[in-house]
């Protein structure tokens, strides 16, 4: 493997005996622990506030709404408006991560994306809010490439499901939060000030992110720290970081899991963007109802997502392929979500409704553990974020399709159940894509 240098200070080499060593008798240092599991809590703090920045329209639809007199459609479009660009985002973004670091690429994201968030409460016109949504969504792109990538700097091979699932507890801890915390803040302050108490504290959490994060080869850690590491790394690959970025789209498995994310945030984003408005319109519960209900199948999604990484830990330790190990919890989310989905919308009381709803949110999130596990799975060490940003760019093509979509078939039926079907069947379609397509690791030869 060859040394990556970042001012002076490199990684130290161990040999392949003292890896396996290393790695199979011997625990990781008190100090690594603390320090990995310590970047982890803050990549689910700043995370969580990323989606409770995203959910802020969600929780105000209805309000923004009346005040501003848009329509079904424009709110529609308005909340397509942050994945699309978000989506493109993504193709640069893992680029930058794998160029100059988590630490410096992430703080700046949180800052920028905490401004826009702010500049929502100043807004005056449809226009001006389609254009701060834009940038909000553009900055936002950092979050989960980075996270991918701290978690394949400071974890081995098959150890990584468990801290994936831990930092994608983010987005069920904001979707949750969102209703609850968003609802509460909006009827004290008034939905402008929403936007901005959120920017506000976004821009503080920057700074949390710039003053701790290091990587492994900027700390003092014992050699049998870096010996674990060295365990079961992709190899990483030479070369110029925007030519590996184009090679990898010769890779089936890179349109696998492009295709498969594009499915799984489809559903997600169906009910992150439209579920507030859903249970008021078609299921007529009354704004402070559904900042309660709401928040159930995301504090439901919390689980899921524990419960799919330490799946994928967990065939892995049985002998089942890296690959194949990250596809069970993937496949068995997809297709679960989809089956609840459909239970939701055909249900005839609220309860029923709210427990499928749950349901699917439990298995879609077991899916997301599987999905931001795979990048480190499939790509050299050094394109790991790069990888898991190309994902996440068809995640969210997904994502910016799902509001519109869902509100232009709900408008034209009269109804969301048509919609929710049609959510479904994306994402059956995404869980065929992934076992079929997604079959052998990424190796970019020079």
């Given at each position: 493997?060859?040394?990556?240098?970042?001012?002076?200070?490199?990684?130290?080499?161990?040999?392949?005996?003292?890896?396996?060593?290393?790695?199979?008798?011997?625990?990781?240092?008190?100090?690594?622990?603390?320090?990995?599991?310590?970047?982890?809590?803050?990549?689910?703090?700043?995370?969580?506030?990323?989606?409770?920045?995203?959910?802020?329209?969600?929780?105000?639809?209805?309000?923004?709404?009346?005040?501003?007199?848009?329509?079904?459609?424009?709110?529609?479009?308005?909340?397509?408006?942050?994945?699309?660009?978000?989506?493109?985002?993504?193709?640069?973004?893992?680029?930058?991560?794998?160029?100059?670091?988590?630490?410096?690429?992430?703080?700046?994201?949180?800052?920028?994306?905490?401004?826009?968030?702010?500049?929502?409460?100043?807004?005056?016109?449809?226009?001006?809010?389609?254009?701060?949504?834009m940038f909000l969504g553009a900055t936002e792109s950092p979050q989960y490439p980075t996270a991918a990538r701290v978690t394949a700097n400071w974890f081995k091979q098959r150890d990584r499901g468990?801290?994936?699932?831990?930092?994608?507890?983010?987005?069920?801890?904001?979707?949750?939060?969102?209703?609850?915390?968003?609802?509460?803040?909006?009827?004290?302050?008034?939905?402008?000030?929403?936007?901005?108490?959120?920017?506000?504290?976004?821009?503080?959490?920057?700074?949390?992110?710039?003053?701790?994060?290091?990587e492994p080869r900027e700390m003092n850690l014992p050699a049998s720290d870096y010996a674990y590491l060295a365990t079961e790394a992709n190899p990483e690959v030479k070369g110029s970081a925007l030519?590996?970025?184009?090679?990898?789209?010769?890779?089936?498995?890179?349109?696998?899991?492009?295709?498969?994310?594009?499915?799984?945030?489809?559903?997600?984003?169906?009910?992150?963007?439209?579920?507030?408005?859903?249970?008021?319109?078609?299921?007529?519960?009354?704004?402070?109802?559904?900042?309660?209900?709401?928040?159930?199948?995301?504090?439901?999604?919390?689980?899921?997502?524990?419960?799919?990484?330490?799946?994928?830990?967990?065939?892995?330790?049985?002998?089942?392929?890296?690959?194949?190990?990250?596809?069970?919890?993937?496949?068995?989310?997809?297709?679960?979500?989809?089956?609840?989905?459909?239970?939701?919308?055909?249900?005839?009381?609220?309860?029923?409704?709210?427990?499928?709803?749950?349901?699917?949110?439990?298995?879609?999130?077991?899916?997301?553990?599987?999905?931001?596990?795979?990048?480190?799975?499939?790509?050299?060490?050094?394109?790991?974020?790069?990888?898991?940003?190309?994902?996440?760019?068809?995640?969210?093509?997904?994502?910016?399709?799902?509001?519109?979509?869902?509100?232009?078939?709900?408008?034209?039926?009269?109804?969301?159940?048509?919609?929710?079907?049609?959510?479904?069947?994306?994402?059956?379609?995404?869980?065929?894509?992934?076992?079929?397509?997604?079959?052998?690791?990424?190796?970019?030869?020079?």
């Amino acid at each position: 493997m060859d040394k990556i240098k970042r001012k002076g200070r490199d990684m130290p080499q161990v040999d392949a005996a003292q890896s396996h060593t290393g790695s199979n008798q011997r625990p990781v240092s008190k100090k690594m622990q603390k320090y990995r599991w310590t970047a982890l809590t803050i990549l689910v703090v700043s995370g969580t506030i990323n989606y409770l920045d995203r959910g802020t329209l969600s929780v105000a639809n209805v309000v923004i709404r009346q005040e501003m007199g848009f329509s079904t459609k424009e709110m529609g479009l308005l909340l397509s408006a942050f994945a699309l660009p978000y989506a493109f985002a993504q193709l640069p973004i893992g680029l930058l991560i794998d160029r100059f670091g988590p630490r410096r690429v992430l703080s700046i994201g949180i800052a920028a994306w905490s401004i826009a968030q702010t500049l929502c409460g100043f807004i005056t016109s449809f226009p001006q809010f389609i254009m701060a949504r834009m940038f909000l969504g553009a900055t936002e792109s950092p979050q989960y490439p980075t996270a991918a990538r701290v978690t394949a700097n400071w974890f081995k091979q098959r150890d990584r499901g468990l801290p994936t699932g831990v930092f994608n507890t983010a987005s069920m801890i904001g979707s949750a939060l969102s209703p609850l915390l968003l609802t509460g803040l909006m009827l004290a302050c008034g939905w402008r000030w929403m936007f901005a108490i959120m920017g506000l504290l976004g821009i503080g959490m920057s700074f949390v992110w710039y003053m701790f994060y290091r990587e492994p080869r900027e700390m003092n850690l014992p050699a049998s720290d870096y010996a674990y590491l060295a365990t079961e790394a992709n190899p990483e690959v030479k070369g110029s970081a925007l030519r590996n970025w184009a090679r990898l789209f010769r890779f089936p498995c890179v349109w696998g899991m492009l295709f498969g994310q594009m499915g799984s945030s489809y559903l997600t984003w169906t009910f992150i963007t439209w579920l507030p408005g859903y249970l008021e319109m078609e299921r007529h519960l009354s704004i402070k109802t559904t900042g309660f209900v709401a928040s159930i199948p995301f504090l439901c999604g919390l689980f899921g997502s524990l419960a799919g990484g330490a799946l994928s830990d967990y065939c892995a330790e049985r002998g089942m392929s890296p690959i194949n190990a990250r596809k069970v919890p993937i496949i068995l989310g997809l297709l679960g979500a989809a089956f609840c989905t459909v239970g939701g919308a055909t249900a005839d009381s609220v309860a029923l409704c709210i427990a499928f709803i749950s349901g699917a949110m439990t298995f879609a999130y077991t899916c997301v553990a599987g999905i931001w596990s795979m990048p480190s799975a499939l790509a050299p060490q050094n394109s790991v974020a790069t990888m898991g940003s190309i994902q996440n760019f068809g995640g969210y093509l997904g994502g910016a399709m799902a509001p519109t979509v869902t509100a232009y078939v709900a408008h034209e039926a009269g109804s969301f159940v048509p919609a929710l079907f049609v959510t479904a069947t994306v994402a059956c379609c995404a869980a065929v894509c992934v076992l079929f397509v997604v079959r052998r690791k990424i190796t970019l030869e020079d």
